[in-house]
């Protein structure tokens, strides 16, 4: 039986590049997914917030694991070639996309109405009333609430391990099954993620506190 | 697309389905319960504890708040065994969920209890009203009144996020459909009936935690 020394320890440690590089994945595509959803929810076409909104009630409505297994299990059946990366990447990515979509439609409406109004008298067409006036200003309030999001998403990418997908979690399962020492394995486990989390937490507290001086001023 | 849905043999598996969906229901709700018992005394220990107290609720939360579900139920199942403190699948199931819950609603509660005014508590010390008097009915039930929708949806993730204790084969709802899959091999099929269940859940619950609101925190105030 192996015991836990550097080289168990580096087996886990090395698997934080699988971690981050898939948390990476699932934050640019929920980005474009996300802000989709947030522009079809506030842009004013019925049918198009319709779509939208229903799309964000269904991922935020179930589980994570299950829109995994839906993934993973279901693109074979509809055709795709499929491997524990490219399902893990794909329901990450649209799962994000409705949570940031959700946080992203509150910051652009969270910009004051008499922005709208004064792009509109400048009639400014939508797209440069979005690209001058308003996101960049829902920018601003969207940043804090988006990094603390980010930790969602790192924790979230655990879940690939369920599918066999090789990251921080599944690297511990594996030195467990041989070692035997299950403290120590999920104590590291448990550590490295929140090494990864906590610095993220600080600066979303932070830069939400700065937000916050900034609108009493 | 060649592929032929049945459905037939997942739904033939219905008494194990529902027996699933009400130990996810059960699971979640008790877990609910007791998650926030725990968040709120973690919250009054953090607004009004002593210094050490408030050191520990914080690390506490930072622990629990950035680290995955996955692992404290991995850290519960398996690593706690190794010093002696054994349990079955859904207790430890159970246990993980309350500590998970306990940390996030306790920032949510403490964010609700700060937010009540000085003169409030202050009104309360002139009635002479005692200091858990004061806790009970001045502090905590507007600032759960405030809090409301950010709690109840942390609850609805819990509900959601239940579906991971699945893998340590507790008997939940995720369970019951690993199982039906293995036997049939109809994976696809029996995970979409799942997650429409699971949709359904987090719907009813919704309506759960409104009926709650109107019945016993839907007072007039000020604001």
Not at chain 1, 170 to 181: K, L, P, S, V, Y
């Amino acid at each position: 039986m192996r015991t836990f020394g550097w080289s168990e320890l580096w087996f886990i440690v090395a698997a934080a590049k699988w971690t981050i590089a898939l948390s990476a994945i699932a934050f640019a595509g929920g980005t474009v997914v996300g802000l989709l959803v947030a522009l079809a929810r506030t842009g004013g076409i019925a049918l198009l917030a319709r779509i939208a909104t229903v799309f964000t009630q269904i991922f935020q409505g179930t589980p994570l694991l299950l829109q995994l297994f839906l993934v993973f299990f279901g693109a074979p059946i509809l055709g795709f070639e499929i491997n524990p990366w490219l399902a893990a990447a794909a329901a990450l990515t649209l799962n994000s996309g409705a949570f940031l979509g959700e946080i992203w439609r509150g910051c652009i409406q969270a910009v004051p109405r008499g922005q709208w109004e004064a792009a509109e008298a400048l009639s400014l067409s939508y797209r440069w009333r979005m690209r001058a006036v308003i996101l960049p200003q829902a920018f601003k309030i969207a940043v804090p609430p988006t990094v603390g999001y980010l930790v969602q998403i790192i924790k979230g990418t655990s879940l690939a391990a369920i599918i066999g997908f090789t990251e921080i979690t599944r690297a511990g399962q594996i030195i467990d099954n041989a070692t035997f020492q299950p403290l120590i394995v999920f104590g590291v486990v448990g550590a490295l993620y929140f090494v990864l989390c906590w610095p993220l937490s600080l600066w979303a507290w932070r830069l939400e506190k700065r937000h916050a001086r900034a609108l009493t001023r | 697309m060649t592929y032929r849905f049945q459905f037939d043999q997942v739904f033939a598996a219905w008494p194990h389905l529902l027996h699933g969906t009400w130990i996810t229901i059960q699971l979640s709700l008790t877990a609910t319960g007791l998650g926030l018992l725990v968040a709120i005394l973690c919250a009054w220990g953090k607004t009004s504890g002593p210094g050490w107290l408030r050191y520990v609720i914080n690390a506490y939360i930072e622990l629990i708040r950035n680290t995955p579900f996955l692992v404290q139920l991995f850290f519960f199942f398996f690593a706690l065994p190794a010093i002696g403190l054994r349990w079955t699948p859904h207790t430890a199931a159970l246990v993980s969920m309350v500590v998970n819950l306990g940390a996030y609603a306790t920032e949510i509660i403490r964010a609700g209890i700060e937010a009540i005014p000085k003169g409030q508590i202050e009104a309360g010390l002139a009635l002479n009203l005692k200091h858990w008097e004061i806790f009970r009915f001045v502090i905590l039930k507007p600032a759960l009144k405030t809090i409301y929708p950010a709690l109840t949806s942390q609850f609805i993730l819990l509900m959601l996020s239940s579906s991971v204790v699945s893998v340590i084969s507790a008997d939940d709802l995720t369970s019951v459909a690993a199982n039906i899959q293995s036997e049939t091999f109809r994976s696809f099929e029996v995970y979409i009936v799942v997650t429409v269940i699971y949709l359904a859940l987090s719907l009813a619950f919704n309506a759960l935690f409104k009926l709650v609101y109107q019945t016993y925190l839907n007072y007039p105030d000020r604001r």
